[in-house]
């Protein structure tokens, strides 16, 4: 992990902004997805 720090600061804010863009889309779904299999349990 502490590698990864230096690494995105070397990097242009573009390139930050579009790895924050890529995370959050990746992520969002899996938590839908969590979301949906807790109601089912719940249900």
Known sequence: M???G????EE???VQRHF???TIQTQM???AVKKRK???DVA
């Open 2 to 4: 502490s590698e990864a």
């Open 6 to 9: 230096p690494l995105l600061h």
């Open 12 to 14: 242009p804010k573009s």
């Open 20 to 22: 924050i863009k890529a």
């Open 29 to 31: 779904p899996v938590t």
């Open 38 to 40: 807790r109601g089912k």
